[in-house]
Structure formats: structure tokens, C-alpha cells
């Protein structure tokens, strides 16, 4: 866990196994956005809105996948997202850390079809990041769902605005998510966090220490088959809408 009082920015940008921000990949990307030549708030506001929207929200083979693999997965959850956009941040010097939970694997229900929660723990491993920017920590977690697939679920429930939980979402009010970065902090899930295990330098040192959801036959199965199912559940939502 991290340190606060020890802690230099250096700590913060620096790049891991899983922040590969050299990867030719990953600063391609930054080359051709122009990233590199915005100033802070844009390159925060560009980069969020690229992982939010661009990179769509998906179920990939493991939480601890380096961000090059989620770029070229093209679709991501909490912990892989975050993965991609703490490396992205830490690219262009700006300082990002991880925060990690658990969420209840109620919110999910819709995303994934119910026959699933049979395989799935109660509780289910989930992260945001914290972007230190103008002075303070922010916490970005609004990123994880993209915006087509959540006017979707909108559309579905048109007179939802107070607590709403599901299709991968949990929420104070489902029409109006604090999921846009306008300099502060952005949420779509944090209404379904359990646990809270405090900041870390790094999603590594969160893996190494806390594991990943599933494990053994549940593991192997998850990754040759189950995701793919989740994912064209959610592909079709995204497609043609909640019946």
C-alpha cells in the first residue's frame, strides 16, 4: 500500500509490468492524439475521454493485463481500464495512483447474464485512479462504462434517477452519472463498493498482494469461455438496446 509520507511524484509515474507506457503501442497513441502538446487539463480530459468512450466496456482475460494488451483488446472493465489510463497519464507526467475494492457482484446482473452469479464470488475486485491535478487527488472512476452502451441502459429505464444498481452500474441517478471529467471527481460505480483497501503506488503491488477474483477451473473457464458470453451480452445491449 502506498506510503503518502514518503512518496515522491516520481512514485507516481513511474512505468511497471502492467503500466507499459514505452510500449510502441502506447506512445503511437499519444504521437497521433497530440497529446504531448496540450496542456495539463486537456491531456487529462482527452485521455479520460479516450478510455471512457473509445476503448469500450468489455470483459478481458485477466485483471493484471499490461495496459498495451487492453489498447490492443480495445474494450476493458474497472481494473483493466484503469490500468490503461494510469499508464496514459503517467506518458504525459501526470501523476496517477491506484485505489483499490471490492463491489458487489449484484451491480453486474443484466451485463451478465444470471445463470453466471453461480461462478461468480459476492464480491468482485474493482479499482479506480486517483490523478493528482491542480493541486489535489482526484478520483476517476466514471471512465469504466462508455457512453453508447450507457444511453442504452438510460433508455431502458427513462424515469430511473435515483439509486439505481446493474448492467454494470451503480449510480445516485442513472440519467444524470457523474461520469464526465470537468476538473473534478467522475463516478459510475462507486455505489456499489464494499470493501475499501486503500491507495497503492501501482495496480501490480494491488495483484501481488490482494490476487485476482477467480481462481482454478472457475479461472480457466472464465477466461476460454464465460467472458466471451458476457461480452456479447454486452455487445448486443450496446447494438440494439435492453428487450
Not at 123 to 137: A, N, Q, T
Not at 167 to 178: E, F, R, S, V, W
Not at 189 to 198: F, L, R, T
Request: proline share 3%; with cysteine.
Amino acid at each position: 500500500m502506498a506510503d503518502n509520507t514518503t512518496n515522491t511524484a516520481d512514485n507516481y509515474l513511474a512505468t511497471t509490468r502492467m503500466l507499459d507506457y514505452r510500449h510502441p503501442a502506447i506512445q503511437q497513441l499519444i504521437q497521433q492524439r497530440g497529446w504531448h502538446q496540450q496542456d495539463t487539463r486537456q491531456q487529462i480530459a482527452e485521455v479520460y475521454r479516450f478510455v471512457r468512450d473509445e476503448i469500450r466496456f468489455g470483459y478481458n482475460a485477466d485483471d493484471s493485463l499490461r495496459a498495451s494488451e487492453v489498447l490492443s483488446d480495445g474494450y476493458g472493465q474497472c481494473n483493466t481500464k484503469g490500468t490503461l489510463l494510469m499508464a496514459l497519464l503517467r506518458a504525459l507526467g501526470i501523476p496517477a495512483r491506484f485505489h483499490g475494492f471490492t463491489i458487489y457482484n449484484e451491480l453486474q446482473k443484466g451485463a451478465i447474464p444470471l445463470w453466471m452469479f453461480a461462478f461468480a464470488p459476492a464480491r468482485i475486485l474493482h479499482s479506480w485512479v486517483e490523478i493528482y491535478y491542480d493541486g489535489r487527488w482526484l478520483e476517476i472512476e466514471g471512465y469504466i462504462i462508455d457512453q453508447p452502451y450507457l444511453q442504452q441502459v438510460q433508455k431502458a429505464f427513462a424515469s430511473e434517477c435515483e439509486a439505481f444498481s446493474g448492467y454494470g452500474i451503480a449510480t445516485p441517478c442513472l440519467q444524470k452519472p457523474q461520469n464526465d471529467w470537468l476538473g473534478g471527481n467522475t463516478y459510475i460505480q462507486k455505489e456499489g463498493i464494499a470493501d475499501d483497501y486503500g491507495v497503492y503506488n501501482t495496480p501490480d503491488e494491488f495483484y501481488a498482494a490482494m490476487g485476482t477474483n477467480l481462481r482454478g477451473f472457475k479461472r480457466i473457464l472464465y477466461r476460454c469461455l464465460l467472458r466471451h458470453l458476457m461480452n456479447i451480452n454486452v455487445r448486443k445491449i450496446r447494438r440494439a438496446g435492453i428487450r
